[in-house]
């Protein structure tokens, strides 16, 4: 069960909640009984594998061509 903020619109007022998701959303502020409006919360998203970091990106193409072979001058037969 998440935690839910609301901040009331008549006192400013900050309130945390732990709810349900299904529960309906508090309306009534318990400290001066005005009415709260529901804030946005930051979700943290940790992202599991390879790809998400800059250090999994390929490598430059600068560096890849550095490292090409120069082509042979001698000749096999």
């Known amino acids: ?5 609301y901040k ?11 709810q349900k998701m299904s529960d ?3 309306t009534i502020c318990p400290g001066c009984g005005g009415h709260l409006k529901k804030l946005l ?3 943290g998203v940790v992202f599991k594998g390879g790809g998400y970091y800059s250090t999994d990106s390929k ?3 600068t560096a890849d ?3 090409k072979p120069s082509p ?4 096999s037969e």
Not at 1 to 5: A, D, E, N, S, V
Not at 8 to 18: I, L, M, N, S, V
């Open 1 to 5: 069960m998440p935690f839910y903020r």
């Open 8 to 18: 009331c619109e008549d006192c400013g007022e900050e309130t945390e909640a732990f």
């Open 24 to 26: 309906e959303p508090l």
């Open 41 to 43: 919360n930051s979700v």
């Open 59 to 61: 490598k430059s193409s």
């Open 65 to 67: 061509s550095s490292k």
């Open 72 to 75: 042979s001058t001698s000749k």
